[in-house]
């Protein structure tokens, strides 16, 4: 989903919230201690953020179990010739995550956008209602032949088979090049539309609404042991696209279509988020049909109007608690993953101030508030945090010193 899209969602949503009066959600204590759980806090990261900004890389170690690439392993970074793979950053983002004992959260395998040029904007000729069948022409070599091979889908559109080879064999090659290292994927990324139907994408319109099942019969195939989710915004809560996907599930259970999980993307904002029992509530219908749930992209907008006796921050924290105690009540519930780490790098601007960390790194009561929802982070993962500080960043040069030697972030994986 672009900005602009979460924009206009976030918009609707607080003109809700306004003409349903003040319903300011009361603060609600955390559970109890002995009901708390271990559930990994994860978040998007950056490679780029990671080289750069020492604040940035010590917020993350310090505070964070897992992360999810936030731009690395979408097929626009990882095929962006077609056959042609580059792994050289996203290696060195899976890299650091391995050293440093971080599960690695993959996104995204097939999603209608952050696509390569030469996939998408195909089909010119269907629009115009001209539907001239797709043309298959012999592979010519060099730049010549490419071009005209891409014009030709540009006017016709892809052959179903051939673009159904093009997603699996896609999604065989990163998974089995990141098998080992990379144990859950986002198979499929936002395949509802909001009325419930499969979202428009180049995937649905030359594939049909069978390339989620391809996608995931091909995930399991290349990787058996990774764990396969569907991952979706504003499903949050009851309503049409939350059935759509309900019964998306439903279709696949039946014919044996492997999948794990459910990502609940949980982009919000403070004028319209979800109270907890309501997302327990989703959380649960998907637990109930034997599927693991997680929280993938949360962030919380806090700007837009003035509303008099809004403390913004206060609101924040509540709707980051009422999401972060719902997955501790709910055991199908596994990782809770906020879309970044510090305002000043939120994908919809600094503006929003969506995140746990403010744009200096000071901790924000949302924080608080997510932490308080699980167990503390010493008594869970004391493992990885204590190899995590045996690692030293040297300044400046990228690369990391432990035990005596150094590896540079930039060298490729092993
Ligand atoms: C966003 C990234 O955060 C941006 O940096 C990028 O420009 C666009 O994509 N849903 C998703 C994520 O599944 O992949 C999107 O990430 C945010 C919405």
Redesign the pocket.
């Known amino acids: ?3 602009c899209r ?1 924009l206009r969602r976030i918009g609707v949503l607080a003109v809700l919230a306004l003409l349903a009066g003040p319903q300011v959600a009361s603060a609600q204590a955390a559970p109890p201690k002995e009901t708390l759980r271990a559930v990994p806090l994860g978040t ?1 990261v ?1 490679l780029s953020a990671l080289r750069d900004d020492t604040r940035y890389r010590d917020t993350f170690l310090r505070e964070f179990d897992s992360l999810t690439p ?2 690395e392993l ?1 097929m626009a970074a990882l095929q962006p010739r077609r056959g042609q793979f580059d792994f050289t950053t996203a290696d060195a983002l899976v890299d650091f995550a391995r050293r440093n004992g971080r599960p690695v959260h993959g ?2 395998l097939v ?1 209608g ?2 696509l390569p040029p030469w996939v998408i904007d195909h089909g010119a000729s269907d629009e115009i209602g001209l539907r001239l069948p797709p043309i298959v022409l012999p592979a010519l070599p060099g730049a010549l032949g490419k071009g005209l091979a891409n014009s030709a889908t540009v006017l016709t559109g892809w052959r179903r088979d051939e673009l159904l080879s093009i997603m699996t064999t896609h999604i065989r090659t990163v998974m089995r090049h990141f098998a080992g290292d990379v144990a859950e994927w ?1 198979v499929v ?2 395949p509802m539309a909001d009325d419930g139907g499969p979202s428009p994408s180049v995937w649905r319109r030359f594939i049909g609404p069978d390339y989620v099942e391809h996608a995931l019969r091909a995930a399991r195939a290349a990787d058996p042991k990774a764990k396969l989710f569907i ?1 979706e ?1 504003g499903v949050e809560a009851p309503g049409r696209k939350l059935e759509g996907l309900v019964e998306l599930v439903r279709d696949l259970q039946k014919r044996d279509v492997p999948l794990d999980g459910i990502g609940l ?1 949980m ?1 919000s904002h403070i004028l319209g988020f979800h109270d907890q029992a309501t997302l327990e509530g989703t959380m649960r219908r998907f637990a109930a049909m034997g599927l693991e749930v997680q929280v ?2 949360m962030d919380v907008g806090t700007s837009l109007l003035n509303v008099a006796g809004l403390d913004r921050l206060t609101r924040q924290a509540e709707a980051y608690g009422a999401a972060a105690r719902a997955c501790n009540a709910v055991a199908a519930c596994q990782r809770f993953t906020t ?2 780490i510090t305002d000043r790098l ?2 919809i601007g600094v503006g929003e101030a969506p995140l746990l960390f403010d744009a200096a790194y000071k901790p924000k009561p949302a924080f608080a508030a997510v932490r308080n929802a699980f167990a503390p982070r010493m008594e869970r993962a004391a493992a990885p945090a204590r190899q995590a500080r045996r690692w030293r960043w040297r300044a400046g040069t990228g690369a990391r010193c432990g035990w005596g030697s150094c590896s540079g972030l930039r060298a490729g994986r092993r």
Request: aromatic letters at 14%; proline letters at 4%; glycine letters at 8%.
């Open positions: 989903m672009g900005p979460v998007a950056r936030e731009n979408k996104h995204a999603w956008l952050a986002d990324n936002e991952n915004y993307q982009h993938t992209e879309w970044g939120s994908w």
